[in-house]
């Protein structure tokens, strides 16, 4: 099976903080993506990676950075986090871009006071 | 016009019901059609994949696609309580600036009543 794991299931910090969201997959997939999942708004496309230090934007980067230096892990990172971006955040992976889906991590619950 | 539409429901159904859940995509370049449940406070989970049109059944599910219509269907036969959960679907295009890229809906809710 697939498992895709995400560094904390809860984050709670400040506005201005530098926040580090990591997730690690064990299945040798080339892509990673991370998404934020709000209510009434869905889920939402922030980054994702096809390979090694590869990424791209997504719908919603803004405030957003990524890391890819190893093919198992992808890093989101929020340079000053505001209240904004108080959500859940979601990671994925996926071996073939396009036929296969895309398998999920359990999410992170971040609070940004 | 949203790129992928549910009905946000909530669509309730008794238990052993067949329960319907529909989906429309606007980008006729889309490709692949996937169905994920989602429980509540967890992450969501791939239940069924599409490509071509037709049915294809996995057990109790059965996944719809007609790309003339852009229409994508989930079916789910004998319904269970333990079904109840919001499901997404979610289409790929395979082309263009949107290459690769998940785009989901908003979700319908499922409830399954004893």
Known sequence: DVKVTQSSRYLVKRTGEKVFLECVQDMDHENMFWYRQDPGLGLRLIYFSYDVKMKEKGD???????????????????????TNQTSMYLCASSFLLVSLGQFFGPGTRLTVL | QKEVEQNSGPLSVPEGAIASLNCTYSDRGSQSFFWY?????????????????????????????N????????????????????????VINAGGTSYGKLTFGQGTILTVHP
């Open chain 2, 67 to 90: 790309k003339a219509s852009q229409y994508v269907s989930l079916l789910i036969r004998d319904s269970q309580p333990s079904d109840s959960a919001t499901y997404l679907c979610a």
């Open chain 2, 37 to 65: 449940r989602q429980y509540s406070g967890k992450s969501p989970e791939l239940i069924m994949f599409i490509y071509s049109n037709g049915d294809k059944e996995d057990g109790r599910f059965t996944a719809q696609l």
């Open chain 1, 60 to 82: 919603i980067p803004e405030g957003y950075s990524v890391s890819r230096e190893k093919k198992e892990r992808f890093s989101l990172i929020l340079e000053s986090a505001s």
